[in-house]
DNA sequence: TTCATATTTCGCCTTATGACGAAATACTGC
DNA sequence: GCAGTATTTCGTCATAAGGCGAAATATGAA
């Protein structure tokens, strides 16, 4: 079963990556997709609780998950993500330059 | 005086715009600098906790400050922001047509 | 059917957040 | 210096979030 993500709302998005777990999910996920048992250790938690992580991400609308198997597989299916986390990642090191800029002004 | 933003923090960064009254004050302050008078009107809260939240999103870096007079306006200073902000809004419009997506994939 | 593995759901507890009003601080004009 | 306006800081309180282990659920293998 395959379990699409609903329409992001930005504020739900924003909640959802304001957590150092979820963060850290998100950016192992973009690496391509990963089972649950991969998050657990990348996380450094418990089930139960990466489980519920997961659970906030997908209701956001930040990634998908699919069962394949007894094993479920999730993805990142928010495609802005990554460039702003990149612009975010890279913002410490240009501030010598500018203001923090990306792409815009 | 004026109050320029550290280093963003990612994590730092979505926790401050995972909040409705935060993420008002980011969406007023797109259209230009403001004062403290028109963000406290713009979120519809108190003066101290419309504050308090200018202060979080200034240590988050995506807000910087600076006293003019008697007042004190505030301005964005993360450029990503704008952008990623437009993509979330936009994602639930092309829901139907593919994966949300924004310039990349 | 029964068992083992993978994941989610539940209930509980501790800590973090968000709101308020009162008091403190900063700057202007008199 | 004194009063008034603009803003921040502080103390308090109610609610939300995050973690855990135990129990429930689902799938594949025997």
Redesign the pocket.
């Known amino acids: ?1 395959r379990k699409e993500p609903p329409v992001p709302a930005p504020e739900a998005v924003f ?1 959802a990556l304001g ?1 150092p ?1 979820r963060l850290t999910l998100v950016r192992t996920l973009q690496g391509g997709e990963h ?3 991969d998050l657990v250790e990348a996380v450094g ?5 990466t ?6 991400l997908r209701e956001a609308g930040v990634v998908g ?1 699919e ?1 394949r ?4 597989f999730y993805r990142l299916t928010l495609a802005c993500v990554p460039g702003f986390l990149a612009c975010l990642d890279g913002a410490g090191a240009v501030r010598n330059f500018r203001p923090t800029s990306c792409g815009r002004d």
């Open positions: 079963m909640k957590n777990a089972c649950v048992c938690l418990g089930w139960s609780t489980s519920r992580h997961l659970e906030i998950s069962k198997g007894q094993q479920v």
